[in-house]
């Protein structure tokens, strides 16, 4: 039983790229949360999705970047003409239903470190 | 201060002595949780504690939360220098998002 899946797990963009970040969460979980790591910190959360629906993104910038968790295929974290601050590690977690909120637990996936030049 | 800060930010310890580390929160919770990080890679999750409850073990860790105080304790016995790595708190209170602090970096040597 595979863990949550990340690819890539490293990305090297140039300022003004765009870079893909990709997620498939566990088998049978239908939720998946991104969140963003800059060195020396706390992971800070973007957004919560399931199939198809964005349920949560207060923690994302307002713009260049998007996210998507389509029927079929993982859910993608798009940045859009990335600059420097846009480095980091970005990390997808999925969770079965949350039974609301009772019960949370929330499976990480290894990240993905995108550097930009 | 934010959701979720853990101090002390950097903790050194012998090999078998025990390592504590605190967290506190600011609003109402439904569960409060300790994960690992080793340097580099992704979160390992470590042990949840449910609001109701006020002490949990599993191996030689043990949470404690006080959710008068919005404080959680992470103690680990008999350290190990596999022990190595940085650990978070993450509250849980806030829809289904997780709320972390910004990590104990643990140090134990050999």
């Known amino acids: 039983n595979a863990g949550v899946m990340q690819n890539p797990r490293h990305l090297v963009r140039r300022r003004g790229q765009e870079a893909r970040l990709r997620c498939s969460p566990m088998k049978g979980h239908s939720h998946v949360y991104w969140y963003r790591q800059l060195p020396e910190e706390g992971l800070k959360f973007m957004v919560y999705?399931?199939?198809?629906?964005?349920?949560?993104e207060s923690g994302m910038p307002k713009e260049r970047f998007s996210a998507e968790f389509p029927k079929e295929g993982p859910s993608i974290l798009r940045i859009q003409q990335v600059v420097r601050g846009d480095s980091a590690a970005y990390f997808c977690?999925?969770?079965?239903?949350?039974?609301?909120?009772?019960?949370?637990?929330?499976?990480f996936g290894p990240g993905t470190r995108l550097t930009v030049l | 201060s934010q959701q979720g800060e853990e101090d002390p930010q950097a903790l050194s310890i012998q090999e078998g002595e025990n390592a504590t580390m605190n967290c506190s929160y600011k609003t109402s919770i439904n569960n409060l949780q300790w994960y690992r990080q080793n340097s580099g890679r992704g979160l390992v999750h470590l042990i949840l504690?449910?609001?109701?409850?006020r002490e949990k073990h599993s191996g030689r860790l043990r949470v404690t939360l006080d959710t008068s105080k919005k404080s959680s304790s992470l103690l680990i016995t008999a350290s190990r220098a596999a022990d190595t790595a940085s650990y978070f708190c993450?509250?849980?209170?806030?829809?289904?998002?997780?709320?972390f602090g910004e990590g104990t970096q643990l140090t134990v040597n050999p």
């Open positions: 504690i449910r609001s109701n409850e």
């Open positions: 999705l399931q199939k198809e629906n964005i349920i949560d």
């Open positions: 977690a999925s969770s079965v239903w949350p039974q609301g909120g009772v019960y949370n637990e929330q499976f």
């Open positions: 993450a509250t849980d209170g806030i829809g289904s998002r997780l709320t």
